[in-house]
């Protein structure tokens, strides 16, 4: 099988494109251990955006993985997961940002984190920050207490050349990050691949 030519995101930065209806976005990880901050649009209007709340309704589970889809804050799909190497992933925190890095690394150099990355890359398509919803979080573990309801955010279980293909179920303006955050990739930040498949 024909693998397809990537592009490289560089460690701690982010891009944005458009991802045509029936397209797949095929988003890899290189070298193993890194966690990559996918959001998307409606090309046709970015009032509608990709929520965790109902793709959890309409998936019933919060364990996304190859045959679920990811639905908008208009309860339509907008894509669908058909390939996962991995089959762990987040989507109840948020992009990392300055504010969280205040918060949970304050001995750390501040960075504007994936929240700030994908500002910055939306931002042609005229999205702005406070149109920035949870992402889904990929490649990230975040494991659930069962009895208490306490998050931890644990290395990734991703290894080099894994990956997450994606089919678009409309027309969208996708937005996606090699994350910054230190614990949510095991204390270093590497790249991430992707690349856009036709129908």
């Known amino acids: 099988m024909n693998r397809p030519l990537m592009t490289r995101i560089e460690p701690r930065s982010g891009v944005a494109l458009k991802l045509p ?10 070298e193993g251990g890194q966690v990559s901050d996918l959001v998307c649009y409606g090309a046709d209007d970015i009032g509608e955006v990709i929520s965790n709340g109902r793709t959890f309704d309409y998936e019933e589970t919060i364990a ?27 989507f109840l925190l948020t992009p990392c940002s300055v504010d969280t890095f205040r918060h949970f690394y304050p001995d750390k150099p501040e960075h504007r984190g994936c929240f700030g990355n994908l500002e910055a890359a939306l ?52 937005g996606l990050t090699a994350c910054s955050a230190y614990a949510s990739n095991g204390g270093s930040f590497k790249p991430i691949d992707y690349a856009v498949e036709p129908a």
């Open 64 to 90: 996304l993985t190859t045959g679920n889809r990811l639905w908008s804050n208009r309860s339509r799909v907008m894509l669908e997961i058909v390939e996962d190497t991995v089959g762990t992933h987040d």
């Open 21 to 30: 209806k029936g397209e797949t976005l095929v988003v890899s990880d290189p």
């Open 123 to 174: 931002a042609p398509y005229g999205i702005v920050a406070d149109a920035i919803p949870t992402a889904f979080n990929l490649f990230m573990t975040v494991p659930v207490d069962g009895k208490t309801g306490v998050l931890a955010v644990k290395p990734p279980l991703s290894k080099a050349g894994d990956r997450i293909v994606l089919r678009a179920a409309m027309d969208l303006i996708v």
